[in-house]
């Protein structure tokens, strides 16, 4: 969706553009671990949609650069949402409830559609937004001034998200521009779709910024079969196998999927013998997740001792492009 910017950012003669910020992470994470960009600004000019890299990772008339943390478990913990840069805050929203969106609520108006956020004045006509920020998690209030990497709420999913993340505007002249493109041109793409290039981000960022698609978001164990929502809240992951638990179940969740991938999940036992394997049918298009799970009831023998080992990966022409293993030990 297209985020409305809500405040009404004043235009400035080009002559009084300075050079651009160059912007550090918006948020406190590790980057491939427990968050990722989930959606690149769209740099498709008509009704279709592209990253910058040509890839699909955004949807059509997408502005921002989309930071998603793992689940929300781990927005009810606390993830912070940092300045990119030093400046003045212009405006903030607080309030809005979070998750009303994912709920399947409509009356999210377009002005709204930010919920609660900041945007900040970096002079020179620049200013950056930040979105979906979680209720009463707001630091700053405006007029205030900022310094790069301060704390200006926590990731929340407020307004129109579906899931907890940080969308990520920054505009010159009152225009959403993309910080991974040179000059940040939104119609403007790495040579080839293929090369490296810091754009608008600090070169440290950038080099902590290399373009994934797919990547793994979530693996983990449960007890029995596993639904999306469950990913989302852990309510049924579990960190120890004992002699009583039902069932062995190994999940994975990845983000940026592409047409043709496949997911393959396989589930060792201590002694070495496969005790679970799964392999999905190939993606009939691009997706913005995708989840699978496997498993077995427990053995009538019960469970072997030791360590059991489970790997998920996703499958492109037959390689493995993405993965991650997990253990779990038997225990008391």
């Not at 960190?239 to 997911?263: C, H, K, M, N, W």
């Amino acid at each position: 969706m297209k985020i409305i910017i809500f405040i009404t950012v004043l235009a400035l003669p080009a002559a009084a553009l300075a050079e651009a910020p160059r912007f550090s992470l918006p948020i406190a994470c590790a980057l491939g671990q427990d968050c990722a960009i989930q959606n690149y600004v769209d740099t498709d000019p008509g009704p279709q949609w592209k990253d910058y890299r040509c890839g699909a990772m955004s949807y059509d008339g997408h502005d921002g650069t989309d930071f998603r943390i793992a689940d929300l478990e781990m927005m009810r913990a606390g993830v912070p949402v940092l300045a990119a840069a030093d400046g003045m805050v212009l405006r903030v929203r607080d309030g809005m409830a979070d998750g009303v969106y994912r709920q399947g609520s409509n009356t999210i108006p377009d002005n709204a559609a930010c919920g609660n956020g900041v945007i900040i004045d970096h002079g020179g006509g620049w200013t950056t937004q930040y979105c979906h920020l979680r209720k009463n998690s707001l630091a700053v209030r405006p007029d205030e001034p900022v310094k790069r990497g301060s704390l200006l709420g926590l990731v929340g999913q407020s307004g129109r998200a579906q899931v907890p993340h940080v969308h990520f505007e920054v505009a010159v002249n009152g225009k959403s521009v993309d910080p991974f493109t040179a000059d940040g041109n939104r119609e403007a793409t790495i040579p080839a779709c293929g090369t490296t290039h810091a754009g608008l981000w600090r070169d440290d960022v950038a080099r902590a910024l290399p373009y994934r698609a797919p990547l793994v978001l979530n693996t983990g164990f449960a007890a029995g079969s596993i639904a999306m929502e469950d990913i989302e809240t852990r309510a049924r992951t579990i960190a120890r196998l004992l002699p009583d638990t039902p069932a062995l179940v190994f999940y994975g969740r990845a983000i940026g999927t592409s047409e043709g991938d496949t997911q393959r999940i396989t589930i060792t036992a201590p002694d070495g013998s496969v005790f679970a394997s799964h392999t999905t049918d190939p993606e009939p298009r691009p997706r913005a997740q995708a989840m699978a799970f496997t498993g077995r009831k427990r053995p009538a023998s019960g469970w072997q001792d030791g360590v059991y080992t489970a790997r998920y990966r996703i499958i492109r022409d037959r390689a493995v492009i993405a993965e991650r293993t997990e253990s779990i030990t038997l225990g008391e």
